[in-house]
């Protein structure tokens, strides 16, 4: 079983609409869990932290369940900005800075 | 602050050959990495630093150096390039958790290093 799991996509929604990605982690331990967001030849930029209680930031909201060891991206009112390929990132657990990341999920926003 | 950068942006080698992919961060982080970002996987994680003089291996070692001599330079280096080493390569740094104040170790990604081995 692959350490972090994502839908690959490609997701292809038009612009206005909400659009959900999930991603599931292998190691329990795990204590810290991230969004980053990579643009096509870029390289990846963090777009939120993931904390236990949810958190948002403006049309994004993220969630995290320890239990199942699930964490979901919304996005809300899509722009043709927000296509991009997202990353779910979660620490190993045993050593800070030691991150595992997901294979992405590919988002396109149409007019 | 130019954050972390990496050169050269693109290079060509051929099988054998070896080479020093270069990433310097001007951020003062005591955390570094190497990773390398092939299509259909993710960022997996080469070498690790955290600090001047410690390096430690990630998931993909083989086939490649590190060192850390100060803390702004993380050196990668390439012993005898291999067609399997052409990939994508990101260096990354992060500030620890002392510094940070957070468990949450945001990273902060160099522009890449696209190789080809031929």
């Known amino acids: 079983r692959k350490e972090v799991e994502q839908d690959p996509g490609p997701f292809n929604v038009p612009e206005g609409a909400t659009v959900a990605f999930n991603c599931t982690y292998s190691?329990?331990?795990?204590?810290?869990f991230f969004w980053y967001r990579q643009d096509c030849r870029k390289e990846p930029k963090l777009l939120m932290s993931?904390?236990?209680s949810g958190n948002e930031d403006g049309r994004f909201t993220a969630q995290l369940n320890r239990a199942s060891q699930y964490i979901s991206l919304l996005i809300r009112d899509s722009k043709l900005s927000d296509s991009a390929t997202y990353l779910c990132?979660?620490?190993?657990?045993?050593?800070?800075?030691?991150?595992?990341f997901g294979q992405g999920t590919i988002l396109t926003v149409h007019p | 602050n130019a954050g972390v950068t990496q050169t050269p942006k693109f290079q060509v080698l051929k099988t054998g050959q070896s080479m020093t992919l270069q990433c310097a961060q001007d951020?003062?982080?005591?955390?570094m990495s190497w990773y390398r970002q092939d299509p259909g996987m993710g960022l997996r994680l080469i070498h690790y630093?955290?600090?001047?003089?410690?390096?430690d291996q990630g998931e993909v070692p083989n086939g490649y150096n590190v060192s850390r001599s100060t803390t702004e330079d993380f050196p990668l280096r390439l012993l005898s390039a291999a067609p399997s080493q052409t990939s994508v390569y990101f260096c990354?740094?992060?500030?620890?958790?002392?510094?940070?104040?957070?468990?949450?170790?945001?990273?902060?990604f160099g522009p890449g290093t696209r190789l080809l081995v031929l």
């Open positions: 990354a740094s992060s500030p620890s958790w002392r510094t940070s104040g957070t468990y949450q170790e945001t990273q902060y």
């Open positions: 190691n329990s331990a795990s204590q810290s």
């Open positions: 993931v904390y236990s």
């Open positions: 990132v979660v620490n190993k657990g045993t050593s800070y800075g030691k991150l595992t």
């Open positions: 951020m003062n982080h005591e955390y």
């Open positions: 630093s955290v600090g001047a003089g410690i390096t």
